[in-house]
């Protein structure tokens, strides 16, 4: 699973941007493993889980806490209504137990309640509009079985590469008071097993656009919508014209409404294969604003970047080497933002990413996320694909945008591995310093960030110093 959060807070702003990938929507699974039925009735929605084995507790394989309080939002929003079963966060999942210690029932039912909020490095379990359609992540029902609770608190954070039982919740979506739509086809019922997209309910339209569809909120600010909705073909554009074709070349771009809350300005979202998805909120949203357009604008060029880098093109092995999508999909924005706005800062943008990654070397960056430290992997990450980006310039190999398809061209398997990275950053730099240096910042951190990158940014032709404790660039 690719994850990627950005976070940034200003005077009378917090904007968190999450990127995510997976895999490509699935035809109706056979009736095996756990099964779902999530239903709306009115007001009410229900969630109906069958369960295929015998286990004393159950783990909720996405079970990322909400960023503003760290906390899990499953216990607040999920109210078990099937006797003797509980949900509780036991290490890093929300489980389902038995009372007794004895197997859940084969049957759970759910109440479902709604809210928002962003996740530390995951998709928001629901996307809320204002005229009362919502989004459902598809994959927040996938469950494994397990031992014991012991066996939950020893469960690791990243799951790849482990041989978990059980497999992916075959989930059947239904509106008793209309039609669902997955993958932009409305249906009186669907089903999705391993699709990772929102499920929509409501009556939201769908607008067809140059290259690019969209469901908007119908109450967003009007500038807003019809900005998003001029730019992202532009930035589509440039990324086919340089990487070729997506994997979904005609992409949705979903934006819901969460209202004027007073003294807030807020924008959130994600990308999954062939969907973009953004919320806003805040009175600071309302009129017109160069600097949130700014970032919106930001958000649609790396989150676009990951249907090349991340969640349609190249993944990562294991989430500890998001740094290499996430730094990558920064990295490719400033390049997309330079090339198709002639007043965005490419300097400015890249002096940020020196700014936020330095305080957060100490220790090692593909462990930050354990540390609530979600950042580096994209400030760092993009400092380092910048390095690799300089020396494959001097070797008249070209920008990020090259390296990336290079790495298509290369990588069969799908996978940009922290080994298939650092092997081109040896073969570019023409020894394996390079590689070794970013793989101690990598395992363990740096002592003196600021004159480390800069030394190392130099030696790959980049202009960097370190004044104290700041790296500059330029």
Do not use: K
Request: net charge negative.
């Amino acid at each position: 699973m690719l994850t990627c959060t950005f976070q940034r807070l200003a005077a009378v702003a917090a904007l968190t941007l999450l990127a995510a990938c997976a895999s490509t929507p699935a035809a109706r699974p056979a009736a095996e493993g756990v099964t779902a039925r999530v239903e709306r009735s009115g007001g009410t929605w229900t969630a109906r889980l069958d369960l295929d084995r015998d286990a004393p507790v159950w783990a909720f394989v996405r079970s990322a806490l909400l960023r503003e309080t760290r906390q899990p939002w499953r216990p607040a929003r999920w109210t078990v209504r099937t006797p003797g079963v509980t949900l509780e966060r036991i290490g890093d999942y929300d489980v389902l137990r038995s009372l007794d210690g004895g197997p859940v029932p084969r049957r759970i039912d759910i109440v479902l309640t709604h809210g928002s909020g962003d996740l530390e490095a995951d998709y928001q379990p629901t996307l809320m509009f204002s005229d009362g359609t919502r989004a459902l992540f598809s994959e927040q029902f996938n469950l494994v079985p397990l031992p014991s609770l012991e066996a939950a608190r020893a469960l690791p954070r990243d799951l790849n590469g482990l041989d978990l039982p059980g497999g992916p919740t075959a989930v059947t979506w239904r509106d008793r008071d209309g039609l669902v739509m997955v993958g932009g086809r409305r249906q009186r019922e669907a089903t999705t097993r391993e699709a990772d997209t929102y499920v929509l309910f409501g009556a939201a339209r769908v607008v067809g656009g140059e290259g690019v569809a969209a469901v908007v909120d119908p109450n967003l600010p009007v500038w807003l919508g019809e900005h998003l909705r001029g730019f992202t073909p532009r930035v589509m554009a440039h990324y086919r014209e340089r990487l070729g074709p997506a994997g979904d070349d005609t992409p949705t771009l979903m934006v819901a409404w969460n209202g004027p809350r007073a003294g807030l300005t807020s924008m959130g979202g994600s990308v999954l294969p062939g969907l973009i998805v953004m919320s806003f909120e805040g009175e600071g949203v309302l009129a017109p604003s160069p600097p949130i357009l700014q970032r919106a604008r930001w958000f649609i060029g790396h989150e676009a970047a990951h249907f090349w880098l991340g969640s349609d093109g190249l993944r990562y092995a294991f989430a500890r080497e998001a740094w290499i999508t996430e730094g990558g999909a920064d990295l490719m924005a400033i390049r997309a933002m330079g090339a198709v706005e002639p007043d965005f800062d490419v300097a400015a943008e890249l002096q940020r990413e020196a700014d936020e990654c330095v305080p957060l070397m100490a220790a090692g960056v593909e462990s930050a996320p354990e540390r609530g430290e979600h950042r580096a992997h994209y400030a760092c990450g993009a400092l380092f694909w910048l390095a690799l980006e300089s020396w494959s310039q001097r070797g008249g190999e070209g920008d990020i945008l090259a390296l990336v398809r290079r790495f298509h061209g290369q990588q069969t398997d799908g996978v940009l591995s922290r080994a298939d990275w650092l092997a081109e950053l040896t073969r570019l730099s023409g020894s394996d310093a390079a590689a070794r240096q970013v793989a101690r910042w990598l395992d363990q951190g740096a002592s003196a960030p600021a004159s480390e990158l800069a030394a190392f940014l130099r030696a790959a032709g980049t202009p960097a110093r370190a004044e104290g404790e700041r790296l500059i660039l330029g």
